[in-house]
């Protein structure tokens, strides 16, 4: 294998024309020829960049409206051909056929399309043929030839070739795998695309980019960094613009990610505050501010040095209640320019821009060896198939609160239990091996404030001793899926301490 390969003759094909004449123009001033097909050679002419056009070559002009242009065997045998074997060469030569030496592709604008309100037709016309076969090509043949599917490379292969007159191998090397994972990550787009409606597809594929290196991971004895999926644009953590702060750590994102998930499950202007990725604070008000220092009360101690999420555009007097605490991260749809303001006096504080909210169709979790998948948790309060199944009927306001507390609950590592009192979390309990101790911890949590407030648990219990334990913080309500095998204990116990229960049928287990 060459450690170097002269750089005579480059294909140019692309849609992206970023940065493109410069480096064409620096290419040609090396001496490198440069074939290029019918639309990137007018637009290089008109810069000054003199080119051979594809039809030249083949002896065959573009047709089909440009579906067939570079496939052909004098563009795919010039490609092609092994440089260490003499068989090939002298094939080559026989057919008057000339080595190309580096391929510049990148691909329609597929993403793009399927993004628009396009027809399927329009988009299908967005699916490209020939400039994968070339990338593929060429990247399978690494060893004698580079190909280029990033602009932002531009800069650096030029800067090699007027130096040296050709590539290295490492460079060539890490030229084709960038050019493998850009092929890959396309096809998925399209795959993804053609798959819409089928939530669990045969083969699924996922692609990603890195958009942000990581300090370190969880740990700082691992490595990190964040992907973003090429299919989804924006509206989600791993796309949002960062407006200021210092970096993001692997456990921030974590955290905003669980923040923004639950602020953005409630209709109402809602705010969520996070530790550790289970939140410790969750309100909702007719305004930020109030949702804010609503849930700021649920818990101020945890709330210390806690991640917060809003559903609306943040506005300065929110922005000027979160500044007076130490606060790590906040993500909001949108930030007034009092906001960025307030939060600019603040340097440290982790701010994220993050756009309209994408709720998620699926949710996917690594385990050893492959992946799980599974729908999101997205089942909406069906207050019609609740059943109250004590004596008490639960309040006006109980009801109120009780449908707060079980969209809440889905939030909370099980077991998980929510006191709720006023639309807004006064005690949490999540990720206990019993449910009684989520009860013990959400009641320690509220305290006195747990009189008169209502709970709400992720799944059934087991025994009775959950509800004893909240009648005897102050419970009025419970609400929870019901199922357990002693049911009638549980209820006959709500019934003792004149507690009324709701039960919903649905589970709402979150494990990670």
């Known amino acids: 294998m060459p450690d170097f390969v002269a750089v005579k003759t480059a294909l140019v094909s692309v849609s992206d024309r970023a940065g493109l004449a410069d480096f064409c123009a620096g290419l040609a001033a090396a001496g490198v020829k ?76 597929f993403r793009e399309a399927a993004a628009k309100d396009l027809s399927w037709p329009e988009v299908i016309e967005q699916i490209d043929i020939g400039g994968p076969s070339l990338i593929r090509a060429s990247a399978k043949n690494h060893t004698g030839v580079g190909v280029m599917v ?40 399209i795959a993804a695309w053609m798959a819409r409606g089928t939530l669990l597809p045969d083969l699924i594929t996922i692609a990603g980019e890195r958009v942000r290196d990581l300090r370190y991971g969880e740990n700082p004895h691992q490595q990190a960094a964040l992907y973003a999926f090429v299919d989804q644009p924006g509206g989600t953590i791993a796309r949002a613009p960062q407006l200021q702060g210092k970096d993001l750590s692997y456990n921030n994102i974590l955290d905003i990610d669980a923040a923004w998930a639950a602020a953005n499950d409630f209709g109402e202007p809602a705010c969520a505050i996070i530790k550790h990725a289970i939140p410790c604070g969750l309100a909702q008000a007719p305004d930020l501010a109030t949702a804010y220092s609503r ?26 209640r979160i500044t007076e605490i130490f606060t790590e991260c906040v993500a909001a749809p949108a930030l007034t320019d009092e906001a960025r303001a307030i939060f600019a006096e603040k340097p440290n504080v982790r701010v ?27 089942s909406a309060e069906d207050r019609e198939a609740m059943r109250v199944v004590t004596k008490v009927e639960p309040s006006p ?91 009638d204990d549980v209820i006959a116990a709500a019934d003792e301490h004149g507690i009324a229960m709701v039960l919903t049928g649905v589970r709402h287990f979150r494990h990670g």
């Not at 001793?465 to 419970?478: C, F, H, K």
């Open 150 to 189: 990033d602009p932002d490379r531009y800069g650096s292969v030029l800067d090699e070739i007027e130096k040296t007159r050709g590539l290295s191998h490492e460079t060539r090397r890490a030229l084709a795998a960038e050019a493998f994972a850009h092929t890959a990550a396309y096809d998925a787009s």
């Open 295 to 320: 849930a700021l009360e649920s818990d101020t101690v945890s709330a210390f040095g806690g991640v917060i999420a809003v559903n609306r555009t943040l506005d300065g007097e929110t922005a000027r």
């Open 397 to 487: 306001e109980e009801w109120s609160d009780l449908l707060f507390g079980w969209r809440v609950v889905k939030h909370v590592r099980s077991n998980a239990i929510v006191f709720a009192k006023g639309g807004a979390t006064i005690g949490i309990g999540g990720g206990q091996t019993s449910r009684v101790d989520s009860v013990e911890i959400a009641a320690k949590k509220a305290g006195d404030r747990a009189r008169g407030a209502v709970m709400a648990s992720d799944a059934f219990f087991p025994f009775r001793d959950g509800v004893d334990a909240a009648a005897a913080a102050g419970i009025t309500a419970v609400i929870q899926p019901g199922g357990s095998v002693r049911d």
């Open 34 to 109: 440069i074939i290029a097909t019918d639309s990137t050679g007018r637009f290089l002419a008109e810069h000054g960049v003199a080119t051979t056009a594809v039809a030249e070559v083949t002896g065959f002009p573009e047709m089909l409206d440009g579906r067939v242009k570079t496939l052909h065997p004098r563009i795919h045998g010039g490609i092609l051909a092994n440089r260490d074997d003499a068989s090939h060469l002298e094939q080559l030569r026989e057919a008057g056929i000339d080595p190309i030496d580096l391929v510049v592709v990148n691909l329609y604008p």
């Open 352 to 378: 994220l821009e993050v756009g309209a909210w994408r709720r998620p169709q699926i949710v996917t979790r690594h385990v050893s060896g492959g992946l799980l998948v599974q729908e999101a948790d997205d």
